[in-house]
């Protein structure tokens, strides 16, 4: 019997469940590669621990970037690695369910599908990440009515105006919350001429962001290096560096929202104006994201419960009713 697997890949984060068992990996999407002989040491979380405390070469890697596979090959060793430690097997008949960003081209979903493909899995189907969405919020995509979700994720945001069971109009960015990392980390590079580990960014991220200011005056001490001597540090940040860093994302996002509910059809976007959109997605979940979009846009933006796990779940409902939905999955591409 064919064994059903959900997998949510993104830049920061993948996820992995299984039909048996729900969600068994949610970690960081990093691969540890022994450099020297070209196997894969760790995947997730594990795989950063192993830099400089191995007496192997061990490098890290990303496999993906803004939404898009950047290595084949690390991709499909990733892919791999989540199946051995979900159990599973080259001989396992593996059916695999993957969410994709709306602005993948064609080259990149059949990277993707053939990464999976080269890990093991027997069957693939792909599907946009905002249905995915909306099917995980239990919308009514299959109804005549505009159901817009926005996914503001790792390395992509996108919205998309969905009914009838398919996107009608989209609009999407190659940016998201790793372009907000990178803007605190060159601020608090510049500002106080130290380097913070990437966990430490992530976190100030969501501890002092706020979108509209509100924790503007909000502190908090964190560790770091000198760039100029090389010396362990503490540094005080203020939410006010913080909340600079995320805006340019926040603008572009508003802008994206804006052309899309320009070409929805008007029938669609007199739907859109009374339901408002579901915002989803890791980035959704700092505070106060919700109701700059909404001031901006002109239309109600409610941040979904959750929002990092909402298309994770509509994953999960795909493997459960993969009869009744399989025409909304992409396995052509």
Do not use: W
């Amino acid at each position: 019997m064919a064994l059903d697997v959900a997998i949510d890949i993104g830049t920061s984060r993948t996820r992995l469940a299984t039909s048996s068992q729900g969600i068994i990996f949610d970690e960081p999407t990093l691969v540890a590669i022994d450099t020297n002989e070209g196997t894969v040491l760790s995947v997730g979380a594990n795989a950063l621990e192993l830099v400089g405390r191995s007496p192997r070469p061990v490098i890290v890697y990303r496999p993906l970037s803004q939404g898009a596979t950047i290595d084949f090959d690390v991709t499909a060793r990733m892919l791999f690695g989540l199946f051995h430690r979900a159990g599973l097997s080259k001989v396992s008949r593996t059916r695999v369910v993957m969410s994709i960003p709306t602005l993948a081209t064609p080259i990149e979903r059949r990277a993707l599908r053939q990464a999976a493909v080269q890990a093991g899995a027997r069957e693939v189907s792909l599907i946009e990440a905002p249905l995915a969405g909306a099917i995980g919020l239990d919308l009514p995509i299959q109804e005549p009515l505009g159901n817009a979700v926005s996914v503001i994720g790792g390395g992509a945001s996108e919205i998309a105006i969905i009914s009838l069971g398919g996107i009608v109009t989209m609009d999407s960015r190659r940016l998201g919350g790793e372009d907000i990392n990178r803007t605190i980390a060159d601020a608090i590079r510049h500002q106080f001429g130290v380097v913070v580990s990437p966990a430490i960014i992530e976190a100030l991220k969501y501890n002092l962001a706020s979108v509209l200011g509100a924790t503007n005056g909000k502190r908090e001490v964190v560790p770091g290096r000198s760039v100029e001597t090389g010396s362990p540090v503490e540094i005080e940040v203020d939410a006010s560096l913080v909340n600079a860093s995320v805006m340019s994302v926040m603008k572009a996002n508003a802008e994206m929202m804006q052309e899309c509910f320009r070409i929805t059809p008007p029938d669609l976007s007199q739907d859109v104006a009374n339901l408002g959109v579901s915002l989803i997605g890791g980035v959704a979940g700092m505070k106060q994201v919700g109701e700059y979009l909404a001031g901006q846009t002109g239309v109600k933006t409610t941040v979904a419960e959750s929002p990092d796990l909402v298309i994770m779940r509509g994953l999960q409902l795909c493997l459960e009713q993969m009869g009744q939905l399989h025409t909304l999955f992409r396995g052509r591409d």
